[in-house]
């Protein structure tokens, strides 16, 4: 099992290693709302990878599960919905996030086990570890490394390892 570890000052290290990374906008909380743009402080299992096959040749190497992610993906937010921190089919009528984004940032998601065991409502949803932006600029609430990086990361990744974030 490995942990990888990520600090309030913007490194994913494992292994010896260290990447660059973006964290919420709102810092690292322990106490974690839905909206709050804040990366949750705490332990977090890495659940599985989705990813666009348009923009990817082949499906990241892993040991993780690995899906696509498809024009109908969506991830419910909205703390008042059934589905909440839950993927979706879109269209959908509850607040949602699409997952087939023009930006690229979920090129590669790895979804984490981040409030969705089962999800209590309005404690954080869509908490991921996606690709970061030009710049690293602040996430939502998760945490994003530059394509390469993650794909690396991911490389070395299996079921039972997990993403401590601390602040």
């Not at 949602?96 to 023009?102: F, L, V």
């Not at 209590?120 to 932006?133: D, E, P, T």
């Not at 939502?140 to 401590?164: F, H, I, K, T, Y």
Request: charged share 25%; glycine share 12%; net charge neutral.
């Amino acid at each position: 099992m490995t942990t990888l570890v990520v600090t309030a000052d913007g490194w994913v290290m494992a292994g010896g290693q260290r990447w660059r990374c973006a964290i919420g906008r709102g810092g690292m909380k322990t106490d974690k709302r839905e909206g709050d743009g804040a990366t949750p402080v705490g332990s977090w299992p890495l659940r599985r990878v989705l990813y666009r096959a348009d923009r990817l040749l082949a499906p990241p190497p892993t040991g993780l599960a690995v899906a696509r992610i498809g024009p109908a993906d969506g991830w419910c937010d909205d703390p008042s919905d059934a589905a909440y921190n839950r993927p979706v089919t879109l269209p959908y009528p509850a607040s949602h996030e699409r997952m087939w984004r023009d930006d690229r940032v979920y090129d590669v998601v790895v979804v984490l086990g981040h409030n969705d065991d089962p999800p209590v409502a309005g404690l954080g949803s869509a908490v991921f570890m996606h690709v970061a932006r030009p710049g690293y600029l602040p996430t939502e609430g998760c945490v994003a490394l530059a394509l390469p990086d993650l794909l690396r990361l991911l490389a070395g990744s299996n079921p039972g390892d997990r993403l401590d974030i601390r602040p």
